[in-house]
């Protein structure tokens, strides 16, 4: 095998890695969860120098991610539809500018079609759903906070060393919040999802169709059934928090 074929045997490895982040249902993460598996052999077969089995390549031909449901791959990626705008002068971040771009859209299109005016839920549901609302608006508080205050920082001219690391440092434990709330906002939406699979009338209103009433701006979900939102809403949860990706920071 040449370099180029090692690097798309890694290229592939990652891909499936992020799938197996995306996939809804215990099903897929088992086929894609054995895929990985089988990659790994493959990948260390070939770190060792050992030759690598005709017959485990043939994997390379025919990944799960062709198989997913609509539910997950074949959709359009909120990275593809989101725009990314500089939030904080002077850093030229962006994975922090895109977090930001995620949350913005989040607030504008998702939670109006999540509010309680709109998505019917029972008793239980529909406090589970006000406490993750509730929750991200106070994360939201406190990225906005860090981002004024570093940008308060530049517009001063202040040459405080100390405290442009400490803002910096902030960063990290900003972002492991905001993490820590969307791994629970996506527990919710995971339960949502896996009572539509199962045939479950949890969301009451699952299809009628969202007009958001109160905003004059286009909201991108208007148009769309209630259970069509729930998947997208898990859909752009995991792929928040794949972009927050605190190992990176």
Known sequence: ????????????????????????????????????????IIIGDIKAGRPVDPVKLRILDDTP????????????????????????????????????????FFENH???????????????????RDECLMNYESVKRIVDQYVSDFNQYY??????????????????SVLVKLNDTFVSIRKFFVFLVNDLDDG?????????????????????FNGKTYEDIVRLALQFVNEMIDVIDIPRF
């Open 155 to 172: 517009s001063s001219h202040n040459d405080n060393t100390s405290m442009r690391e400490r803002l910096r440092t902030d960063r990290r």
């Open 65 to 104: 991610s062709q198989k997913l449901s609509k539910n997950t791959d074949d959709r359009l990626s909120f990275s593809d539809i989101i725009e990314v705008e500089t939030v904080i002068a002077s850093e030229h971040d962006y994975d922090f500018d895109q977090i930001y771009a995620f949350l913005t």
């Open 110 to 128: 998702l939670s109006p079609a999540l509010s309680a005016s709109y998505l019917k839920l029972d008793f239980a549901l529909a406090k589970k």
């Open 1 to 40: 095998m040449n370099q180029e074929d090692i690097q798309k045997i890694n290229d592939l490895r990652e891909k499936m890695t992020r799938t197996y982040r995306l996939a809804v249902s215990e099903e897929q993460r088992k086929r894609i969860g054995k895929y990985i598996k089988d990659l790994d």
């Open 200 to 220: 479950r009338n949890s969301i009451l209103n699952k299809d009628s169709v969202f007009r958001d009433k109160f905003s004059t701006a286009s909201n991108y």
